[in-house]
């Protein structure tokens, strides 16, 4: 069974997929893994293990939380960016271990008509820079 390691954590489980062994089979592991995922090293630190445990139960492993996860590692948009003429904020955040920043450049590297941004955060932005996020978002809207 393939080990996914996060940090120096390592769960002895599948994300999703068919069989036993799959996070979505364990709720707990999914909350952990899921919280490990979402913020910083730095920003889980700062709240604490009691908020740390309390988003643990909160990151459930629900019905459209597993569709979405199983379509974002089976479905390929690529081919259909460069068609994109919406104005579009790409965001990327440079701790995100749920998308790497790799991805969000990437992704603003193929849509013509994108801004792109970095936060120094994991992949909940909102969350861990939650002003500076809410600034950057007012100021595309303001200018698109």
Do not use: W
Request: hydrophobic letters at 40%.
């Amino acid at each position: 069974m393939p080990t996914i390691t996060v940090g120096t954590a390592r769960i002895p489980y599948r994300i999703v997929g068919d069989g036993p062994d799959t996070l979505a089979d364990d709720p707990v592991a999914f909350g952990r893994y899921a919280t490990l995922t979402a913020f910083s090293r730095g920003f889980l630190n700062r709240i604490g293990r009691e908020a740390v445990e309390a988003n643990t139960s909160y990151m459930q492993p629900t019905p459209g939380t597993l569709r979405h996860i199983a379509l974002d590692l089976t479905l390929d948009l690529t081919p259909l960016l460069p068609r994109v003429q919406a104005p579009t904020l790409v965001i990327g955040c440079t701790q995100d271990a749920t998308v790497p920043v790799e991805n969000t450049r990437r992704l603003h590297a193929a849509l013509p008509t994108s801004t792109y941004t970095e936060f120094d955060t994991g992949h909940i932005a909102p969350a861990e820079e939650p002003a500076a996020f809410l600034k950057t978002v007012r100021d595309f809207f303001a200018t698109a």
